[in-house]
């Protein structure tokens, strides 16, 4: 175990953060206990068809929190196009003008532009980015950022580890909907529909039935892509004291009365009391929920599925009364008050929230002429703050003898104190914007006619006459070291597990025996892998599934370490070779893609299966599963992407990989050979994305 170094937590324990897709959830969230809520722009959100704010209703939301004291994170979490980035920049700038308290982000690009452009910006990395281990949360707080939301898979055990030695903040998903993809590893979605989730547009593909083995799905009971909600009011303890700073409620695209129900859930959990849960899960629930992976238990018990009674439980009565619960304002900001009273003076009551002093005057007091007014009653007259946002601090009254405070001066000096610390309260605090300096990331010189690579899970699969014509070629750990191997070290690349969940000291000794054995070169698909390669010695290889998809992303992962980068496969042609290339960039060019990256099983359970099994999709169209060594799993296409025929289309490239999975020796050759000759595919094929747009 890595001896504990600490990572920030705010004094109060865990902050509670809740979801906004518009302002009506705003509202529900900071008057049921919300610390801080999240939202998205109109573009460049990971849920883009949530509602979203615009601008205006952007800097309303931003007044609205900052007066109650509650912080405002803007999702820019999507993979950004080269195309993109001017609309991008006015998003940020938007942002920082109203003093957002931090942007979550997703792309490499966008991480290099903020540190560049708003140095003072926070930057939280989205749970899009893969963080799941303690070298992967160290490598994004050494990019700046003060915070990574952690990946849904993992278990307490994991999630302590990280939090109590990463030296950043770590945010964990308490409830909500569960990707059965490992986020930021799905590409199912923009694949069969054109829909990507990693630019915000996911059309759930995954909530269809789907059935594990042969034949169409039964829509009554097949859904073996769905997970049922995430519920962990009652872990909430175990988080504390793992030292998770922020709690984080999914649900941008849910009502506000859904906000409402989540944010009293959590808001007593936090404090102690027993969560209320049945309101939360009648207003929205898949078959109940699931403690998820937290226990490090995955099994079928994890699957469910929106049904009738899910849909019908959430009535117009609890839907009224969780309503209800957010309409009235409920006091968040302790206010000092100190009002004096001095004859023949006016009368004077200061304000103070801790950070501000504000003043009121009104008619100098009367002397009484009969009953004069008391200190304790006048402090207690102040201390009347219900219907505001402010909750009584210190109230005092310093009074002359025999004087008379009418209850109609003191509470319309109240009202004007209150009135004006909330204006003040309200006003945007700007974070500055730099305009650009320096001259744009050079481009690496052109190789010329692009490089053959090609990607293997078996050693057996590799025609070991045709590496000469391979510049390089990768295979998992476990394979690398096979004797028939050992004249061709020199071009291979080794590939770790794409996820390394409770195993990345295991990954790490490994890597410095192999290292130590003549391997020079590792496959970095996440930032934990970035961290490996550098940690080893060994020259990093950015694979496809690291996301890059524009220029800045590109010249990051260079200065990070990658001598070339496999683009994403969510980029079309037109947008690939946008990019400026400041390292050599790829593609794949031929592949049964993977689709998905799982931490449970779809097509459990383990018991007799030899590693492959196949899921069916309401069309009859058949998926297969790769289990990779019980550590997870990986979701096929049926079809594979072909480009061999279109050579002439990807000449700007710097290399080509061909990624084998399932075939055989005879078929990997067969790939090779037609590649090289520029021919036809073997079978039926699909262009993926290259084609397309999402």
């Known amino acids: 175990m890595t001896e504990r170094t600490g990572s920030p937590v705010p004094e109060s324990g865990p902050e509670l953060l809740l979801p906004a897709g518009e302002l009506s959830s705003v509202t529900a969230a900071v008057r049921c206990g919300a610390d801080a809520v999240y939202l998205g722009g109109q573009s460049f959100s990971a849920r883009q068809n949530a509602r979203n704010f615009s601008p205006e209703e952007l800097e309303q939301a931003v007044r609205f929190c900052h007066a109650r004291g509650v912080k405002v994170y803007q999702t820019l979490n999507t993979l950004i196009f080269d195309r993109q980035f001017p609309a991008l920049e006015q998003a940020v700038r938007l942002g920082c ?8 982000v997703q792309d490499w690009g966008l991480i290099s532009l903020l540190r560049e452009r708003c140095p003072g910006m926070r930057l939280h990395a989205s749970t899009q980015m893969t963080v799941h281990t303690l070298r992967g949360a160290r490598l994004l707080k050494e990019l700046g950022a003060e915070r990574v939301v952690l990946a849904r898979e993992l278990s307490l055990e994991e999630i302590r580890e990280i939090a109590g030695n990463a030296g950043i903040e770590t945010e964990v998903f308490v409830h909500g909907a569960l990707c059965m993809s490992v986020s930021g590893q799905c590409y199912l979605s923009g694949m069969i529909g054109g829909r990507s989730g990693n630019r915000g547009s996911c059309a759930g593909a995954c909530r269809l039935p789907w059935r594990a083995g042969a034949g169409r799905p039964d829509p009554a009971g097949d859904y073996a892509l769905s997970l049922k909600d995430l519920c962990l009011a009652e872990q909430i303890p175990a988080l504390r004291e793992a030292g998770v700073a922020s709690l984080k409620v999914e649900g941008r695209m849910k009502r ?27 207003v929205f629930s898949r078959s109940g929920f699931t403690g998820g992976y937290l226990s490090g238990r995955r099994d079928r018990e994890m699957f469910g599925f929106r049904q009738k009674e899910d849909v019908t439980a959430a009535t117009p009565k609890v839907l009224k009364a969780l309503e209800h ?26 304000g103070s929230d801790g950070a501000r002093a504000v003043q009121a005057e009104g008619l100098p007091p009367e002397p009484a002429e009969s009953r004069p007014s008391t200190r304790e009653g006048v402090e207690a007259s102040l201390g009347k703050l219900g219907g505001t946002i402010f909750l009584p601090g210190e109230c005092r009254a310093e009074l002359d003898e025999g004087l008379f405070l009418p209850a109609a001066a003191v509470n319309g000096l109240r009202r004007r104190v209150c009135e004006e610390l909330l204006r003040l309260r309200e006003e945007t605090a700007p974070i500055p914007f730099l305009e650009a300096e320096g001259a744009p990331e050079a481009a690496v010189p052109s190789p010329g006619a692009p490089g053959l690579r090609a990607r293997f899970l078996r050693a057996e699969q590799i025609p070991l006459e045709l590496l000469p014509e391979l510049e390089l070629f990768s295979l998992p750990l476990e394979e690398a070291e096979h004797p028939s191997l050992a004249p061709w070290r020199e071009k291979l690349v080794l590939e770790p597990d794409r996820v390394l969940f409770g195993r990345e000291e295991e990954a790490a000794r490994q890597l410095n025996q192999l290292r130590e054995q003549g391997f020079r070169r590792l496959l970095c698909e996440n930032p934990a892998h970035l961290a490996l390669a550098r940690e080893a010695g060994l020259l990093a290889h950015g694979g496809a599934f690291l996301n ?3 220029s800045r992303a590109a010249a990051l992962l260079g200065r990070l370490g990658a001598v070339d980068q496999l683009l994403t496969f969510e980029l079309n042609l037109k947008d690939a070779r946008q990019i400026v290339p400041a390292v050599p960039l790829g593609l794949i060019s031929y592949g049964h893609l993977p689709l998905m990256l799982t931490r449970v099983c779809p097509a459990g359970p383990c018991r007799g299966c030899d590693g492959e099994r196949f899921l069916t999709d309401r069309t009859g169209a058949r998926f297969r599963v790769l289990c990779r060594r019980k550590r997870y799993s990986e979701l096929l296409n049926g079809e594979p992407l072909w480009m061999g025929d279109r050579l002439g289309e990807l000449e700007a490239f710097a290399f080509h990989l061909l990624y084998f999975t399932k075939e055989t020796q005879a078929e990997c050759r067969e790939v090779l050979t037609r590649f090289r000759r520029g021919q036809e595919a073997p079978a039926r094929f699909t262009r993926g994305l290259y084609y397309r747009s999402v």
Do not use: H, K, W
């Open 97 to 104: 003008a109203l003093g957002i308290d931090a942007f979550i």
């Open 548 to 550: 890059c998809a524009n």
């Open 256 to 282: 506000p009365e859904y906000v409402a129900a989540a944010a009293r859930a959590y808001r007593a959990a936090l404090d102690g009391e027993p969560p209320e849960l049945e309101p939360l899960r009648a």
């Open 325 to 350: 619960a957010y309409q009235a304002e409920r006091g968040r900001v302790p206010l000092s008050l100190r009002l004096e009273a001095r004859a023949g003076q006016p009368l004077r009551l200061t």
